[in-house]
T-cell receptor, first 111, second 114 residues
Framework: GEDVEQSLFLSVREGDSSVINCTYT??????LYWYKQEPGAGLQLLTY?????DMKQDQRLTVLLNKKDKHLSLRIADTQTGDSAIYFC???????????FGTGTRLQVTL | SAVISQKPSRDICQRGTSLTIQCQVD?????MFWYRQQPGQSLTLIAT?????????ESGFVIDKFPISRPNLTFSTLTVSNMSPEDSSIYLC???????????FGPGTRLLVL
């Protein structure tokens, strides 16, 4: 099965950019997602990228995909305290198929 | 995106009892899934809830422990049977919706088993 790895913790200062990294093992993952989980809440879909894309930008969020290295990253520009949460990357082999989640990265934003 | 609700939002249960969690979505969806998030952990898929047929379970999860119903395209239930403290987790349903069938999650049910 697929393995999805993330670093456990990231601390950034408010206003700086955050980069959260993810590596995956299954090259057949055709859809890669980023979800945000705030304390005591469910998962919020932030953005996703198809495997035939290298980059996707959505307001403050930029997703980069390096298929050769099986590496996915999420950049949050101008990080705010409201961005403090756990961020999960997840891969799926196709639409509406099961997601394999990474371990999650806890983002702490300091003043 | 689909609006998903879950009931109950949280519960505290005694070991040996069972709890049924409901998931309701505001539009018809083809695929519904149930995930478990153990404390401090990532999410693991329990099963795919199939409308009109038996759920498809992932390795390590069995129907006797986690029976699932899917009577129509907007509703599903997950029962956690004969609970033990190890079942203390967040249980989340998700649906695949929209033109690209992306997965959206419900708010989760926080279960504590004493």
């Amino acid at each position: 099965g697929e393995d999805v790895e993330q670093s456990l913790f990231l601390s950034v200062r408010e206003g700086d950019s955050s980069v959260i990294n993810c590596t995956y093992t299954d090259s057949s993952s055709t859809y890669l997602y980023w979800y945000k989980q705030e304390p005591g809440a469910g998962l919020q879909l932030l953005t996703y990228i198809f495997s035939n894309m290298d980059m996707k930008q959505d307001q403050r969020l930029t997703v980069l995909l390096n298929k050769k290295d099986k590496h996915l990253s999420l950049r949050i520009a101008d990080t705010q305290t409201g961005d403090s949460a756990i961020y999960f990357c997840a891969g799926a082999g196709g639409t509406a198929s099961k997601l394999t989640f990474g371990t999650g990265t806890r983002l702490q934003v300091t003043l | 995106s689909a609006v998903i609700s879950q009931k109950p939002s949280r519960d505290i249960c005694q070991r040996g009892t069972s709890l049924t969690i409901q998931c309701q979505v505001d539009s018809q969806v083809t695929m519904m899934f149930w995930y478990r998030q153990q404390p401090g952990q990532s999410l693991t898929l329990i099963a795919t809830a199939n409308q009109g047929s038996e759920a498809t379970y992932e390795s390590g999860f069995v129907i006797d422990k986690f029976p699932i119903s899917r009577p129509n395209l907007t509703f599903s239930t997950l029962t956690v049977s004969n609970m033990s403290p190890e079942d203390s987790s967040i249980y989340l349903c998700s649906v695949a919706g929209g033109p690209e069938e992306t997965q959206y999650f419900g708010p989760g049910t926080r279960l504590l088993v004493l």
